[in-house]
């Protein structure tokens, strides 16, 4: 079999997979994978806090830091710079002594706000029920 009809059989199967009903018949193979990006982007951890913490404006490096608890100064820059790839966040740097540096949300960033907060309320509205659900599953699990 080549190369050329193994591709034709992995993207039929992605098709026939696609007909079943669900939100993924919507979207052709492009947007599907674009959506997958964006939401690994917007769905990891700490850009959910990050996106959180700008809520109520622009916010320097240094504080964006203190307000997140357990971020590494490592994975603040790296997130930070991901958001601002993508158009979420702004990164604005004043000419003073010492440096002042400031994140804030673009409106694309705010249009998001309210998903990433509904996301984190219902984290903490379930937080115990979920807790409950793991300790469960682990003791089940154990051998």
């Not at 982007?41 to 700490?46: E, F, H, I, N, P």
């Not at 694309?108 to 599953?137: C, N």
Request: glycine letters at 6%; charged letters at 25%.
């Amino acid at each position: 079999m080549g190369s050329g009809d193994l591709r034709r059989r992995r993207t039929n199967v992605r098709a026939n997979v696609r007909t079943v009903p669900g939100p993924c018949a919507h979207w052709n193979d492009e947007d599907a994978d674009f959506i997958r990006e964006v939401l690994d982007l917007v769905g990891d951890k700490w850009s959910v806090l990050i996106i959180g913490t700008l809520a109520d404006g622009p916010v320097r490096y240094s504080d964006l830091g203190q307000a997140i608890p357990g971020i590494s100064q490592r994975m603040l820059t790296l997130t930070l710079k991901h958001l601002q790839r993508t158009g979420l966040v702004t990164r604005t740097s004043y000419p003073e002594v010492p440096p002042r540096v400031e994140y804030a949300l673009t409106d694309l960033g705010t249009s998001l706000l309210s998903t990433v907060l509904a996301l984190a309320a219902w984290s903490a509205d379930h937080h115990a029920e979920i807790r409950r659900h793991q300790a469960t599953y682990d003791n089940r699990a154990a051998p």
